[in-house]
């Protein structure tokens, strides 16, 4: 049976033409298709963004890999992520280092601890990009007077539940932030709780408020790519 290379993972042309079903309309050319550490979750982005170096986005998202803490979120999540840019990096996660913006986009597949599955919720997957969506007012005006915190101005844009396929639960937020005195960011987040309660699979996209809706629908193709879903062996 032939197969294709998606990202770091080997896949049969069956599965290819799920993931091709699933990003319908868009010819395979033009797109790299990313697939998951869990074998179920996947989704397209731009062939001509750049995929970011794995050990500064692990140092970005994870903090201090010398760090036993550091070290044991990693080997319980798998990461990746893609930069509009001609230099892609890590860095962008956040905030563009160059003006005018590109799109950036990171996807996370996090393994939950059995205390994490007794306590997950769709305001748990609203969080599950690591960034603020669903805290107190309170909790939020500490955490943004404390020196140094970077996320000021809050704005929700989009709060929605997906609907339940397979056992999948799901939410779709859009939000604005004001990132380290920059332009207003907003970031485009789905996240999905696998059917056995086991995962976290998030993606989200980041551009400032311009880029975003400039390149609406081109980040809204992105974003309805991703899905989670049990792909045939």
């Known amino acids: 049976m032939?197969?294709?290379r998606v990202g770091s993972r080997?896949?049969?042309?069956?599965?290819?033409?799920?993931?091709?079903?699933?990003?319908?309309?868009?010819?395979?050319?033009d797109f790299t298709y990313v697939m998951g550490s869990d074998g179920q979750s996947y989704f397209k982005v731009p062939a001509?963004?750049?995929k970011v170096d794995q050990k500064a986005l692990d140092k970005r998202v994870f903090g201090d890999m010398s760090s036993a803490l550091a070290q044991a979120k990693k080997k319980l999540s798998w990461t990746v992520a893609y930069d509009g840019f001609t230099t892609p990096s890590a860095d962008h996660l956040y905030v563009p280092?160059?003006?005018?913006?590109?799109?950036?986009?990171?996807a996370m597949v996090s393994n939950l601890t059995e205390k994490q599955r007794d306590a997950v919720s769709l305001d748990v997957l609203r969080n599950a990009a690591t960034l603020p969506v669903v805290v107190s007012e309170e909790l939020r005006k500490q955490m943004?007077?404390?020196?140094?915190?970077?996320?000021?101005?809050?704005?929700l844009l989009k709060n929605e539940v997906l609907p339940p396929a397979d056992g999948v639960r799901g939410v779709h937020v859009v939000y604005n932030y004001k990132v380290a005195g920059g332009p207003v960011q907003t970031f485009d987040q789905t996240a999905y709780l696998a059917a056995d309660g086991t995962r976290v699979s998030v993606l989200l996209i980041r551009c400032s408020a311009t880029c975003y809706q400039k390149r609406a629908e081109e980040l809204g193709k992105i974003a309805q790519s991703f899905k989670v879903k049990r792909i045939p062996g």
């Open 2 to 4: 032939e197969r294709t």
């Open 10 to 29: 080997l896949i049969t042309t069956a599965m290819i033409a799920v993931l091709v079903g699933a990003a319908a309309g868009c010819g395979g050319a």
């Open 48 to 50: 001509s963004w750049r």
């Open 97 to 106: 280092a160059a003006v005018p913006d590109e799109p950036f986009v990171f």
């Open 144 to 155: 943004e007077a404390t020196p140094g915190y970077a996320f000021k101005g809050f704005e």
